[in-house]
């Protein structure tokens, strides 16, 4: 690990000018980017503390829908009543994620910036990584690619996005509000995430210096009715090998509205909307879900090692729209 600054600023307006300064890095609850500077990959000469900031409570009803802040500790966020009770997709996703002790520290804006868990990204000693190092390969080419992403890949980076949280967001229309050098602003999350094309290094839309403040959750008619199902290595400790966030509107027993994200097997959170669509006007069924669910990899790219993921999305998706179909 390399000398760096700590600074805890009093507001946003201050960490955002803290966070302008070159080589600075806003630091929530640590859990990734501590680990990253301990093993190098990371390497920030000056950390911001944002993780106290809100003062707020960490989840508030607004006429906009529920405002959660970026310092909400994702176990905060998950019990919380609202949440279980609005969008019990939110608290399901982040429930499956890593263990209790690793949710109390971590917050909503760390989990949104969480860093891939590609092994050769992790491993300075690996010189082949675009998104580490741009321009030197990617070793998972025909390397180690089990855990890697089928959709969303460019020829530079095939690493997955690691988060559960995103994948629900995903499915509830989020904004992600921001306050940076600029002033303040909302992004769909939709827009937050960029895939990786020509430049894996580059992992979403914010500029440098840009806080995130919190994340809205707009009321909709579907995001009661929703449910996240993970499907990973081991029963919790582990990351998605697939996941899926589903949201139906059910009115005289047709399905109004759909919402579906996946995990685990895309480089960002990724909409499924050609699923939706063939879902919207039809009764809900298990073949229904199936069939449905077949339009989200139609344009995978797979490896030798990762192909599996093909079938395992779909029934990911599948149980995923099964268990909010069930959902009261
Ligand atoms: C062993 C282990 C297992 C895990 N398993 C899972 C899992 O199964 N599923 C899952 O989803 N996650 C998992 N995680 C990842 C975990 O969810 C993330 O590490 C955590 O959410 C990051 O939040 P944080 O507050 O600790 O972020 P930090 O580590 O503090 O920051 C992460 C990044 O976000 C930036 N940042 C932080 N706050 C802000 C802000 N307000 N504005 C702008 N930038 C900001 C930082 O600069 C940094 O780049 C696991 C982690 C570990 C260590
Ligand atoms: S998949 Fe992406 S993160 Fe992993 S080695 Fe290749 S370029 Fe690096």
Known sequence: MRPFTYTRPADPAAAVLAGTVAGAAFLGGGTTLVDLMKLNVMAPTSLVDVSRLSGAAAVEDTPEGLRIAAAARNSDVAAHPLVRQRCPVLSE????????QIRNMATVGGNLLQRTRCAYFRDVAEPACNKRAPDSGCAARGGWSRMHAILGVSDQC???????????????????????????RSIAISEFHTEPGEH???????????LIVGVTLPPTPFAARSAYVKVRDRAAFAFALASAAAALELTGGQIRQAR???????????????VENALVGHAPSRALFRQAAALAVKDARTTPD??????????????????AAEAA
């Open 93 to 100: 996703a982040l429930l499956s994620g890593a263990s209790p």
């Open 158 to 184: 095939i690493a997955a996005h690691p988060s559960d949280m995103n994948v629900a967001l995903a499915a509830l229309d989020a904004g992600v509000y921001t306050r940076g050098p600029k002033g303040e």
């Open 200 to 210: 894996p290094e580059v992992e979403s839309v914010l500029e440098p210096g840009e």
């Open 260 to 274: 579906v994200a996946i995990g685990g097997a895309s480089t960002k959170p990724w909409r499924c909307r050609d």
């Open 306 to 323: 990762n192909a599996f993921k093909i079938p395992l999305v779909q029934r990911t998706i599948a149980r995923a729209l099964e268990r």
